[in-house]
């Protein structure tokens, strides 16, 4: 698992509901950290999803 805390300003909610909109599944843990947890065997083409799919939603935040 792995625990993003972001900055003031973002919300830990609203990103994840962004997320799960185009596809992605994280959990949240109180207001600005969301959780990562990626299958135990993991691609390149995977990560460069999840990646592309993040920066998308957190540059329209």
């Given at each position: 698992m792995i625990g993003v805390e972001l900055t003031?300003?973002?919300s830990?909610?609203?990103l994840?509901?962004?997320l799960l909109e185009e596809g992605l599944?994280?959990?949240t843990s109180?207001?600005?950290?969301?959780?990562?947890?990626?299958q135990f065997i993991i691609g390149d083409s995977e990560i460069e999803?999840?990646?592309?799919?993040f920066g998308t939603v957190i540059g329209s935040a």
């Open positions: 003031s300003g973002f830990a909610k609203k994840a509901g962004k599944l994280v959990g109180g207001e600005n950290v969301f959780r990562i947890l990626p999803k999840f990646l592309k799919i």
